[in-house]
């Protein structure tokens, strides 16, 4: 294990150890964590009985490989991404701490794009891509806690600089709900 996720891991582990009573907390604020596509920090604001907000702000191209083509060439490092959704959810199987969502937003990356031309010099170009993108989970609220675990499958459709370049993410995680 690399020694740099060790605080990650305790900060997580605080979290999960707060035995404080919480039921479906969605009118509030939360802070977690991602693993998948983007994986990184993730913020929820929840607005009203069905309504949220939510913000990824990670690495992608570690889960699905980090060496993909793209236009007229290849990704190959991990990259920046910013994402954000307006998310609509609600309770699944009429049990308040389960909760399904789905949404619309957008996303930001930075990325290290290698063109076929600099093949042999293996130079590359950085730039921005910027892209809709589309989620749909399910949260469940741990009862007596206040934490939820997440998992959620999207798609990525790039607008600039590759217009339809298409990605998927997913992800799990958790989050400390306020």
Known sequence: MRTHHLPVIGLLAILLSLSHTASAQYTNWAFGFRIGEPSGVNIRKYFGDNHAFDLNIGTYGGLYGNVR???????KTVGLSIQGHYLWHDRLFANENFRGYYGFGGQINSRRYYPDRFAATND?????ALGGSAVAGAEYFVPGKQYSIFAELGVYAE???APLFLNVSSGVGIRFNL
């Open 69 to 75: 083509d793209y236009r007229s060439g290849k990704y």
């Open 124 to 128: 590359y170009e950085s730039g921005i």
């Open 159 to 161: 607008v600039l600089p």
